[in-house]
């Protein structure tokens, strides 16, 4: 059977919406083909030039997974977590009947499993509530509407061996409050997530399918940006 990658990432951009407690990266031109032509590199008639980039930001970039270390000073970096909580086997959830700033309750979740029909054992489980389609050219609501699993939603993931979820706003958590509650049931669970994912619509109706959001090696890093996909049958 053929199949088919659905790219769930977004592009890396000088000055991106961030979350709300995060700064915006830096990500502009250092040296460009043009200024490289005065380096005198190459032949005569076939001049060598380059590019290069100039990155500055958090580790909690865009697309991104959250290290255990991010939320538990005792938790493991991104460097020392195991690589197969980055890749498996998922299941996209749709859930656009959720609003804005709404909750995404736990009867929610038995009610969108029933509808994938793919019971969750285990699973990498994709939220789909539409907010990022929603939101696309409104940047304020981008960082301050999204959606929030509550903690029995999240204890419910956990019960059926999910270590790894998504979602498609900058946190798990609801911007309108600062008691973060999902990520510190996260932190006592020792599971984590995916944040900023994007295109999840694509899922819609994929049943199980292969999931990979591999994250940089940074030493002692408290996340990481990742070019999460997802392999679904053609």
């Given at each position: 059977?053929?199949?088919?990658?659905?790219?769930?990432?977004?592009?890396?951009?000088?000055?991106?919406?961030?979350?709300?407690?995060?700064?915006?990266?830096?990500y502009l031109n250092a040296l460009t083909h043009e200024r490289t032509k005065s380096f005198g590199l190459g032949v005569e008639g076939d001049p060598m030039t380059f590019q290069t980039n100039y990155i500055g930001m958090l580790d909690h970039v865009g697309t991104h997974v959250d290290a255990f270390l991010h939320v538990n000073p005792?938790?493991?970096?991104?460097?020392?977590?195991?690589?197969?909580?980055?890749?498996?086997?998922?299941?996209?959830?749709?859930?656009?009947?959720?609003?804005?700033?709404?909750?995404?309750?736990?009867?929610?979740?038995?009610?969108?499993?029933?509808?994938?029909?793919?019971?969750?054992?285990?699973?990498?489980?994709?939220?789909?509530?539409?907010?990022?389609?929603?939101?696309?050219?409104?940047?304020?609501?981008?960082?301050?509407?999204?959606?929030?699993?509550?903690?029995?939603?999240?204890?419910?993931?956990?019960?059926?061996?999910?270590?790894?979820?998504?979602?498609?706003?900058?946190?798990?958590?609801?911007?309108?409050?600062?008691?973060?509650?999902?990520?510190?049931?996260?932190?006592?669970?020792?599971?984590?997530?995916?944040?900023?994912?994007?295109?999840?619509?694509?899922?819609?109706?994929?049943?199980?399918?292969?999931?990979?959001?591999?994250?940089?090696?940074?030493?002692?890093?408290?996340?990481?940006?990742?070019?999460?996909?997802?392999?679904?049958?053609?």
């Amino acid at each position: 059977m053929s199949k088919r990658i659905v790219d769930l990432s977004l592009a890396i951009e000088d000055n991106m919406p961030a979350h709300k407690l995060f700064q915006s990266p830096i990500y502009l031109n250092a040296l460009t083909h043009e200024r490289t032509k005065s380096f005198g590199l190459g032949v005569e008639g076939d001049p060598m030039t380059f590019q290069t980039n100039y990155i500055g930001m958090l580790d909690h970039v865009g697309t991104h997974v959250d290290a255990f270390l991010h939320v538990n000073p005792n938790g493991a970096p991104i460097d020392e977590m195991p690589l197969d909580m980055f890749m498996g086997k998922a299941v996209c959830f749709d859930l656009r009947h959720i609003g804005d700033l709404e909750d995404i309750t736990a009867d929610h979740m038995a009610e969108a499993e029933e509808k994938a029909g793919v019971k969750v054992d285990g699973h990498i489980v994709l939220l789909c509530t539409g907010f990022h389609q929603r939101n696309i050219d409104d940047p304020k609501q981008l960082v301050w509407g999204n959606p929030g699993l509550t903690v029995e939603a999240t204890q419910w993931l956990y019960d059926r061996g999910s270590r790894m979820h998504g979602v498609e706003g900058p946190s798990t958590d609801k911007p309108s409050n600062d008691i973060f509650a999902q990520h510190r049931l996260c932190r006592d669970l020792g599971i984590s997530h995916y944040e900023w994912l994007v295109n999840l619509e694509s899922l819609i109706g994929s049943k199980e399918f292969e999931f990979y959001g591999l994250p940089i090696k940074f030493k002692g890093g408290s996340g990481s940006p990742v070019r999460a996909i997802a392999i679904v049958d053609a």
